[in-house]
C-alpha cells in the first residue's frame, strides 16, 4: 500500500498549531518556575516567622498542584497566626479560611496525614471564629463553610477530639437561628438534632476522663463551654 500523504491543508494547519502549543509549553514552564521561586520566597518568610509580609503577599497560581498548594497553605496559616494573636481578627480570619481552603483542594496529596489535620482543623477554627465577627447572610454563608469544613474533618478523624468537637460547634450554629421563633412543629426535630449531639459530645468527654488522648488538654476547655451552651440551646428550645 502506498503511505497516505498530508494534504496541503492538513500540513497547514498543523505548522499553525505549532506555535500556540509551543507558547502553552512555554507559559507552563513559566508558570512552573515562578511558583517555585515565590514557594521558596514564603518558606524563608515562614522560617522567620514574618507572617505580616506572608499575609500581604498575592498567588497568582489557581491550578492543582503541590507547588500551588503549598502556597496558600503558608499564606493561610500565617493569617490564622496573625488572627490567633488578635491582629485584625475579621481580615485575617476570613484571609485563612479562604486560603486554606484553597490549599487543601489544591493539593493533590499528602506525605503527612497529621499535617494535613493540622490545616483541616485549623480551617474548621478559622470559620468558628470568623461566624461570630459576622451577621446576617455573610455569617449563615459562614455556618454552611463551617459545616462543610468539619465534615471534611471528621472523614479525615471520625470521632477524633477535634473533629467531634466542630461538627458539633457547626450543627448548634445551624440550629441556633430557629431557636428565636420555634413553635410545636419545629420543636421535635430541633430537639432530636440537639439531643444527638450533645450525646456524642458527652461521650468523648466521658472517654476522655477514662483514657485521655493526646489533645484532650487543647480541647477540654472548649468541650466545657459547648455543653454550657448546647444546654442553654435545649433549655430555649423547651426539650424534654
Same mark, same amino acid.
Given at each position: ?25 512555554? &507559559?507552563?514552564?513559566?508558570? $512552573? +518556575?515562578? =511558583?517555585?521561586? %515565590? ?6 518568610? #515562614? @522560617? ?81 471564629? &470568623?461566624?461570630?465577627?459576622? $451577621? +446576617?447572610? =455573610?455569617?449563615? %454563608? ?6 462543610? #469544613? @468539619? ?90
Amino acid at each position: 500500500m502506498r503511505p497516505q500523504t498530508r494534504s496541503p491543508v492538513h500540513r497547514t494547519a498543523l505548522m499553525r498549531g505549532q506555535p500556540a502549543l509551543a507558547a502553552c509549553l512555554v &507559559l507552563i514552564l513559566v508558570f $512552573s +518556575g515562578c =511558583t517555585s521561586l %515565590q514557594l521558596s520566597q514564603f518558606r524563608q518568610h #515562614a @522560617a522567620r516567622g514574618d507572617q505580616e509580609w506572608l499575609a500581604a503577599q498575592t498567588i497568582n497560581c489557581q491550578r492543582a498542584s503541590d507547588g500551588c498548594g503549598q502556597l496558600h497553605l503558608i499564606r493561610g496559616d500565617a493569617c490564622f497566626r496573625l488572627a490567633k494573636m488578635g491582629r485584625d481578627p475579621a481580615v485575617n480570619f476570613a484571609c485563612a479560611a479562604d486560603e486554606l481552603k484553597k490549599g487543601l483542594t489544591l493539593k493533590p496529596s499528602w506525605d503527612n496525614a497529621d499535617v494535613q489535620l493540622r490545616y483541616q482543623e485549623n480551617l474548621c477554627e478559622s470559620l468558628r471564629n &470568623l461566624k461570630d465577627l459576622q $451577621s +446576617g447572610e =455573610t455569617a449563615e %454563608q459562614t455556618v454552611k463553610r463551617f459545616l462543610g #469544613a @468539619a465534615k471534611a474533618l471528621y472523614q479525615l478523624a471520625p470521632e477524633s477530639v477535634p473533629a467531634v468537637y466542630y461538627l458539633a460547634s457547626a450543627r448548634l450554629m445551624q440550629m441556633e437561628p430557629m431557636l428565636g421563633d420555634i413553635n410545636a412543629a419545629t420543636r421535635v426535630p430541633v430537639c432530636i438534632r440537639l439531643k444527638r449531639t450533645v450525646t456524642r459530645v458527652l461521650a468523648v468527654m466521658e472517654t476522655a476522663r477514662e483514657d485521655t488522648p493526646s489533645d484532650w488538654d487543647r480541647f477540654a476547655d472548649n468541650y466545657q463551654r459547648l455543653v454550657f451552651d448546647m444546654g442553654s440551646a435545649m433549655q430555649a428550645a423547651e426539650c424534654r
